[in-house]
């Protein structure tokens, strides 16, 4: 491996730990700042749902210039320099419809950088020995060690100064931005402009496995959402819900070593396991629905790791297999619009509803609910691949089957 791919995995690597760090601290405590200005649960709810609504055509849209100028890095600076300048009118702003009118802006920008960035660290590594999880454990790394020391530093500066350490981390995330590979996919042969764009929902099993993500996703959005706000109403300050987000996250790097080691990388096993997740989706928010105190929330969020994490890195892998190698961002644009977007927008929404009318602990009983859902349709799914290669096998194979069998 030469010194220049040496350095532009390092830079890679770099990049993911400061843009997650500067993601989580949005995350993580901007539920807390809009608290803090006086908005309700149910406007807080409201104004996050803006962002996944948004999605609906950030996602395709970035996906599409990635996938036609085949220039993931142009597109990431673009998108971390629009998320931070809307961001500071957020944050200057004491106007609830100016507020709600900037985010709504800051989504467009902000809302496909995880797909994009794992796109560019797919593209990169293709046709070497270099594994998915080993770049993607860096963003985990950023998340938590940055949600853990932001704690302390906002108990200290004060919440409404949140702005500060947010523009810090997004200058350091464009720094390495600029560093970037182009993050061009190696092995496609047409320009993603002259291929048909249907040909993304071809395949039956990907467009199954998002409706079903989508359901398990909702839960997982509304956690996301209002688990600030959760620890709050049970006692717990910044310091806590920093804990929350560094336990939530810090163990998802060794998911993703064990993903990257042991999983089987077929149809079939990714969505065996996906099962099993849902399953863990569904006691971890019954878990949460029956919490007593700030301290069980936080330890309850460590099955954060498997839960999302291994269907966030699962995800990611089963649309490479899915969609074709020239439409790969726009795919991971897709598979990011039903986790992160959809389900966002219903979370927003319904989750807010729920916790101001019903309570936080009758939300996470209908989170655990809708994860059963999720358990079926994965169940189903696989009975339906299963069936599909079997048939292939027998020698009725048809072109969906041959897909499936990579």
């Known amino acids: 491996m030469g010194t220049k791919v040496k350095q ?14 500067a993601l989580t601290i949005y995350s993580t405590y901007f539920a807390l700042y809009l ?38 890095r142009l597109t990431l600076i673009l998108m971390l320099a629009g998320s931070m300048i809307l961001m500071q009118f957020v944050f200057l702003s004491e106007s609830y419809t ?15 950088l995880f797909s994009q960035s794992n796109t560019l660290i797919l593209n990169s590594i293709e046709g070497t020995d270099q594994s998915f999880g080993a770049f993607r454990l860096w963003g985990s790394l950023g998340w938590g060690i940055m949600a853990l020391a ?4 906002i108990g200290q500066i004060g919440i409404e100064r949140l702005w500060i350490i947010y523009t810090v981390m997004m200058l350091f995330s464009l720094v390495f931005a600029f560093a970037l590979p182009r993050g061009e996919a190696k092995n496609s042969g047409a320009r993603a402009g002259k291929v048909n764009y249907r040909s993304l929902f071809a395949s039956r099993a990907f467009f199954i496995f998002l409706f079903v993500g989508l359901v398990l996703s909702i839960p997982n959005s509304v956690n996301t959402t209002f688990v600030a706000l959760y620890i709050k109403e049970l006692g717990g300050g ?5 804990w929350s987000a560094f336990l939530s996250s810090i163990f998802e790097i060794p998911i993703f070593l064990l993903l990257d080691r042991y999983l089987k990388r077929n149809v079939r096993s990714m969505l065996l396991c996906l099962v099993v997740i849902s399953c863990l989706f569904s006691l971890r928010w019954f ?16 099955l954060h790791c498997v839960t999302f994490g291994g269907f966030y890195y699962i995800g990611t892998q089963l649309t490479v297999l899915l969609v074709p190698a020239e439409l790969r961002s726009s795919g991971q644009a897709v598979y990011a619009l039903t986790w992160g977007g959809l389900s966002g927008m219903a979370a927003g929404f319904i989750g807010g509803l729920m916790f101001e009318q019903s309570g936080a602990q009758s939300m996470y009983f209908i989170c655990g609910a809708l994860s ?30 041959s897909q499936l069998s990579r």
């Open 372 to 401: 059963v859902l999720g358990i079926i349709g994965f169940s189903l799914l696989y009975a339906f691949v299963r069936r599909l290669q079997e048939n292939a096998k027998s020698g009725s194979a048809t072109a969906e089957a």
């Open 287 to 302: 878990l949460m629905a029956g919490a007593a105190s700030a301290m069980q929330v936080i330890f309850i969020q460590m």
């Open 238 to 242: 910044e310091s806590l819900v920093g």
């Open 35 to 72: 608290k803090s200005m006086g908005l309700s649960t149910l406007e807080i709810g409201a104004l996050m749902a803006g962002g996944p609504i948004v999605s609906l055509v950030a996602n395709p849209f970035w996906g599409y210039v990635s996938d036609r100028f085949r220039n993931l």
């Open 98 to 112: 100016f507020i709600y009118a900037s985010m709504l802006l800051f989504f467009f920008f902000q809302m496909p």
């Open 150 to 153: 932001a704690g302390p530093v």
């Open 8 to 21: 532009s995995y390092s830079v890679i690597k770099g990049f993911n730990f400061f843009i997650y760090g």
